[in-house]
């Protein structure tokens, strides 16, 4: 079982930059794939970004594409998400998900933490 614990996020104004991380439990953190998720007020989940087991292969989606970067540590048992150019729109909720190799659904889910674009 994988535990995972986000932190990060906060206020920023429109065009700066946060860093979230996500840190996970257990010793097996090298076989998951792990990705972001993010919830509006009043909006689905939607998938944002996501990471291979080895880290060699991410993409995001294309709200993102270009601004937000994901990264993972696996010495460190932590992935990341570098946001850029934050827009007023990228509120929301943030959720770091992890699943078994690099198919199938995301099983694990952290708590969420709060991103927040003034504009």
């Known amino acids: 079982q994988v535990q995972l614990v986000e932190s990060g996020g906060g206020l920023v104004q429109a065009g700066g930059s946060l860093r979230l991380s996500c840190a996970a439990s257990?010793?097996?953190?090298?076989?998951?794939?792990m990705g972001w998720f993010r919830q509006a007020p009043g909006k689905e989940r939607e998938f944002v970004a996501a990471v291979s087991t080895s880290g060699f292969t991410a993409y995001s989606s294309d709200s993102v594409k270009g601004r937000f970067t994901i990264s993972r540590d696996n010495a460190k048992q932590t992935v990341y998400l570098q946001m850029n150019t934050l827009k007023p729109e990228d509120t929301a909720v943030y959720y770091c998900?992890?699943?078994?190799?690099?198919?199938?659904?995301?099983?694990?889910w952290g708590q969420g933490t709060q991103v927040t674009v003034s504009s």
């Open positions: 257990g010793r097996t953190f090298s076989s998951y794939a």
């Open positions: 998900a992890a699943k078994r190799g690099n198919v199938g659904e995301y099983v694990y």
